[in-house]
């Protein structure tokens, strides 16, 4: 692994991928944890914390631009924070099986899809996992 791209990045992306890397891992936690104690209850809105984080700060990146400054990925992040909201509100209900069913797709499709689209050629994930320089040599 090389960190040299990903330090070279703007701050707003560090973060970005600093915080899908921990919420990626707390996730894990959670799936395979005990649900409905206090712990659970805590790192699930530190988990929700970090997403909307992710959510919200890809507002600011802008390195694919298909409909002006935007994309697809933006798109993603207001469904993200939408659901985030929604997986919330079916807990705080006790509607435990549909906040299960949110909170894992959101996992899913906001962290692992989404996050394996980083590892494309050209992005700067894959030159962090494959060593290609900056310049793209």
């Known amino acids: 692994m090389f960190l040299q791209p990903l330090l070279a990045a703007p701050i707003v992306i560090q973060a970005h991928a600093f915080a899908a890397l921990g919420a990626f891992l707390l996730g894990i936690i959670q ?13 699930g809105w530190i988990w929700v914390g970090m997403m909307a984080f992710i959510a919200v700060s890809s507002f600011w990146i802008h390195q694919i631009k298909m409909w002006g400054d935007w994309s697809p990925i933006h798109l993603l992040s207001v469904f993200t924070l939408l659901m985030l909201c929604l997986g919330v509100l079916a807990a705080r209900r006790r509607k435990i099986r549909r906040h ?23 992005r700067i994930m894959y030159d962090v996992l494959f060593g290609t320089n900056i310049s793209g040599q």
């Open 100 to 122: 299960s069913k949110i909170m894992k797709g959101t996992f899913v499709g906001a962290l692992v899809v989404a996050g394996a689209f980083t590892f494309f050629p050209g």
């Open 31 to 43: 799936l395979a944890g005990v649900k409905g104690n206090l712990s659970h209850r805590v790192l």
